[in-house]
Structures are given as structure tokens and as C-alpha cells.
């Protein structure tokens, strides 16, 4: 391990994509870890180029499962409006993966109604999991506060008992964490938009604070 002197320093650590669980066979144990979308494809049907996949979503029915009560905790409302506004997207929730079968290709699912334990397949060609991420910060353990997640905090989410050893008199910036001189930007950091654009521009932003920093 080799070490650094510096005045400021900028956590820019990406998240890291969680590995869903093996698929199940159809008789086996549920796949919990997945929230999938779908394209419900007739049996019969040919499968469809790569070029088609997007104007068969648009134009196919589209199921999509997830395991909780509904959308709202993970999801953005405007995005939420577009689904329940769609005439071929259907929700279902409080449903599992419990299996994956087909013969060289992906031609059902099967699924789970966790309150009824019910199982039924569905014709399913396409998936697209929607696994979350890790935010890969284990390095920074009793470095700078964490949320209950791992994500580094920052500015207004940094609480008393987080900034205990806080030693200057100004309160941290905005994307400045725990110890002073250190800041967060994007994925790595709690409560961001986990988006690139949104990233850079928190990393722009974060260019003033340290001119501001290094001022001092």
C-alpha cells in the first residue's frame, strides 16, 4: 500500500452492479434478487433481431415485476406516470423469479406471488434485470461517515455525531464529507442521482469547493 500527503481529495469511486442469484430451474428456489422487465413473446413467434428488440417492447405487451409493494421507493414519479399511462405495460408486485426455462434460449419465466405463494409461467423472451449497486466503499470503513448503505455522506446529510471531530468553523460544503478537505461526487455518494450526467456535474461543481478549500 503506498501513501499520499495531499490538502483535498475527491472520492470518485463507481458503484458496483450487484450480481444476481443463479436462475433456478423452474422447480426450484425463487431468484429473489431479481426485478424484472419483460417482452411477453407468443411461442411460436421467431425471434426477433437485435434492431427489433427495442420496437418489439414498444409495440408487445411488457411486463414488469418487482418484488415489493410497487415503484415508488426506487422509482422517479415523472417515470412512474409514464408506466401507468402506457396502454401495453403491466405491473405486478409482489412477485418473485422462480425460474428461467427454455431450449437454447430464454422462452419462459416463471414466477411467484409472494403473499399466495402462487406459481404460474409467462412467455418471456427478453429480460432486462434491474439488479441496484454496491457502492464499493468497504476502503473507506472508519474513514468518512456512511450511510446505512455504504454511500458516502456529505454536507447536509452529515449529522452531529458524524461531525464530532470536525475541527473547522465553517460547516462542510455541499459535497464535502466527514473530514474536511475530502468530498464525494456521483454514484459513491448518498443520496445522488445515479446518473453520469449527474455525476458530472457534481464533479464540476465540486471544482469551486476545492478552489475554496485550498484557499483557506
Known amino acids: ?8 481529495v475527491v472520492v470518485l469511486a ?19 434478487d431479481y426485478l424484472l422487465v419483460g417482452s411477453l413473446c407468443p411461442p411460436n413467434n421467431p425471434r426477433p433481431s437485435q434492431p427489433q428488440i427495442g420496437h418489439d417492447l414498444s409495440n408487445r405487451p411488457v411486463l414488469v415485476v418487482v418484488r415489493g ?12 406516470q409514464r408506466i401507468e399511462a402506457s396502454g401495453n405495460i403491466t405491473l405486478r408486485t409482489f412477485t418473485e423469479v422462480s425460474g428461467l426455462e427454455g431450449n437454447g434460449r430464454l422462452e419462459r419465466v416463471h414466477l411467484r406471488d409472494s403473499r399466495t405463494n402462487e406459481r404460474f409461467p409467462m412467455p418471456i423472451r427478453h429480460l432486462f434485470l434491474m439488479t441496484g449497486a454496491s457502492p464499493n466503499t468497504g476502503w473507506l470503513t472508519n474513514c468518512v461517515a456512511l450511510d446505512g448503505k455504504g454511500f ?56 469551486q469547493f476545492i478552489h475554496r478549500t485550498l484557499t483557506e
Not at 500500500?1 to 483535498?8: E, G, I, K, T
Open 152 to 207: 458516502v455522506k456529505t454536507g447536509p446529510d452529515l449529522t452531529e455525531e458524524n461531525l464530532a471531530t470536525w475541527r473547522l468553523k465553517r460547516p462542510p460544503y455541499l459535497l464535502e464529507t466527514s473530514r474536511a478537505g475530502v468530498f464525494a461526487v456521483g454514484d459513491v455518494r448518498s443520496n445522488s442521482v445515479k446518473r453520469v450526467a449527474s455525476a458530472v456535474g457534481e464533479g464540476s461543481i465540486c471544482l
Open 1 to 8: 500500500m503506498r501513501r499520499f500527503a495531499a490538502l483535498v
Open 69 to 80: 409493494k410497487g415503484l415508488a421507493e426506487t422509482m422517479s414519479r415523472y417515470l412512474i
Open 14 to 32: 463507481a458503484a458496483v452492479a450487484l450480481q444476481p442469484a443463479a436462475p433456478a430451474r423452474a422447480d426450484g428456489d425463487p431468484c429473489s
